[in-house]
């Protein structure tokens, strides 16, 4: 299983604390860094939670792109509602170029109403209007990749509008269609319309903090998905995010999970949680359930060893 470090910089980290967490995870052998895109911390912080950020997401990667090798880089996820789908492509194939194409895309709807009215953000009127322009996003961003050098690119839709784009610049990256492509990602648990789109765009399907049940239940409601576009589902990769608490002892899992404000007595309050022997079995599980992929979710970025240490007992 592909083991990823998954962060949460919107609950507060300078970029500073972001990039040492991104040195922490290459050095602790995973595979990639991962950072969220919100706009505003979430919990029961008061005024000024979450500072000094907001950061932008894609200005951090393309940074942190330049500064640290190897490991792959990527949002988990990007809001559609944030963007304008020309200028997402635009600073994702920026990113994949700095990184020597080691940056993946991972793009939802849009779910948190509080952070669009305090930064000003059109939110949609309902779930179906965000989701159309997801839907459109992914046309234009892919429509805008696979257009060749020297060609046009075009689009009318309800949100947007192209006319005789370039389509430039180009990921560094090929995707699976030939084409220039970063790594698509998508989640969530919609019964239809999220399986389908995921299908006919995405190159992993991500269930987020979901338990056995929706795992299954997802996973095969994408592989259904794909069949019926005529897609093989093993082009498809299966991934899981979890908050991550590991320690030597209970004692040391208590004492990171207080860190991050939430009471270890709480059964919910954690997701991964135990010694690396637990830890490592609660990973076997998953496995069996087809999942390729686990992003591990730190949240509390001052706490390196937290991460050295996983590197050591997990990989």
Known sequence: MDL????EPQQGASFATLLAAARATRDAGFS???RSDHLL???DG?????APGPSESFVTLGAIAALVPDIRLGTLVTSATFRHPSMLAMAAANVDEISGGRLELGIGSGWFEAEHRAY???????FGQRFDRLTEQLQIITGLWDTPVGGTFSHTGHHFTLTDSPGLPKPAQIGRTGTPRTPIIMGGTGPKRTPALAARFADEFNVPFGDRETVVRQRDRVIRACEAIDRDPATMTFSLAQTMFLGRDDAQVARRIEATGRDPRDPGAAGLAGTPEQVREQLAAVAELGIDRYYLQVLDLADLE????AGAELL
Not at 4 to 7: E, L, Q, S, W
């Open 4 to 7: 990823r470090i998954f962060t």
């Open 32 to 34: 990639a860094f991962f």
């Open 41 to 43: 911390a979430m919990g």
């Open 46 to 50: 008061g005024p000024g939670s979450g």
């Open 120 to 126: 000003g953000i059109d939110f949609g009127a309902s």
């Open 306 to 309: 937290h991460i050295a240490f």
